[in-house]
């Protein structure tokens, strides 16, 4: 077993660039390497498209040369032709075992080299590249993000907004609202499908004493908390414009990060059946 270090590396250091560029090159040829086979023109030009680079005319031999030594020399466009190159694989539930082994591959570079990056897969968006979290941290996460249904999908796509390279806290934080939103509404107002996060909280405290949750005490103190952390959730969240200068335009990733976490308990919590009527 890798020993894994203190401090994980957020771009790519020295002793991890030959092993990005050992895995790139043959993902840059067809299907089958064999014998006089050449790289793909096709991904090449891609990756000289999405990573913004002018590898003029030339064989695809002389292309693939070109293309490696840029990427050699720039770490960000390195890790960036990863992600485009991991896009080429195939749904998870598809996969064949070559390519498994070749993520499989991937991801142990990334990890014995203490790689703050690692191999992750969305069902919105295929694999890419996603920030390496805690390992027990992650795979609570994961438990309640693999349950199914739209509550699910939503953290899902926060999760995938709030670690991705180009990280969107913004709208980590609103699939994190509309998670906790498909979780709550069949159990607080199943005849109302379209209802807020605002409206759940209202119905909850119209009524403290009709409800229970599954930690001691059961009683309307219990709920009372409940409503704390969805508006918590609810009104942390910058829904509008406002012309108070003193008011950030955008969340930060200090905010959509809690924000997720929180609405992961809370979408444990209803679709669990921890929170019930009485």
């Not at 570079?109 to 990056?117: E, K, M, N």
Request: hydrophobic share 40%; with cysteine; charged share 25%.
């Amino acid at each position: 077993m890798a020993v894994q270090p203190d401090v994980l590396h957020d771009g790519v250091p020295a002793w991890l660039v030959g092993s990005l560029i050992d895995w790139l090159r043959p993902r840059c040829y067809s299907e089958v390497i064999g014998w006089g086979s050449e790289p793909n023109p096709e991904r090449i030009r891609e990756l000289e498209r999405r990573l913004h680079l002018n590898l003029g005319q030339a064989t695809p031999d002389l292309l693939l040369d070109d293309l490696l030594e840029h990427l050699t020399n720039d770490e960000d466009r390195l890790l960036r032709a990863i992600g485009v190159a991991l896009g080429w694989y195939g749904p998870a539930d598809y996969i064949t075992i070559e390519a498994e082994r070749d993520l499989a591959e991937l991801e142990n570079a990334f990890r014995q080299s203490g790689s703050a990056w690692q191999v992750a897969y969305s069902s919105t968006r295929g694999w890419g590249l996603e920030r390496r979290v805690d390992e027990t941290t992650a795979e609570a996460a994961r438990v309640v993000m693999s349950t199914g249904g739209r509550a699910s999908d939503h953290l899902a796509e926060a999760w995938r907004h709030l670690y991705a390279r180009d990280p969107s806290p913004g709208e980590a934080y609103a699939e994190a609202v509309k998670a906790v939103e498909a979780a709550a509404i069949p159990v607080v107002c199943p005849n109302d499908s379209s209802a807020t996060l605002g409206k759940i909280i209202g119905q909850l405290r119209a009524a403290l004493d009709g409800w229970a949750l599954a930690l001691e005490p059961h009683d309307a103190d219990s709920i009372g908390h409940l409503c704390s952390m969805l508006d918590l959730l609810w009104r942390s969240q910058r829904r509008h414009g406002t012309p108070d200068p003193a008011t950030p335009l955008r969340v930060s990733p200090g905010e959509a990060e809690p924000a997720v976490y929180l609405a992961i308990t809370l979408v444990h919590w209803f679709t669990s059946g921890a929170v019930q009527r009485v």
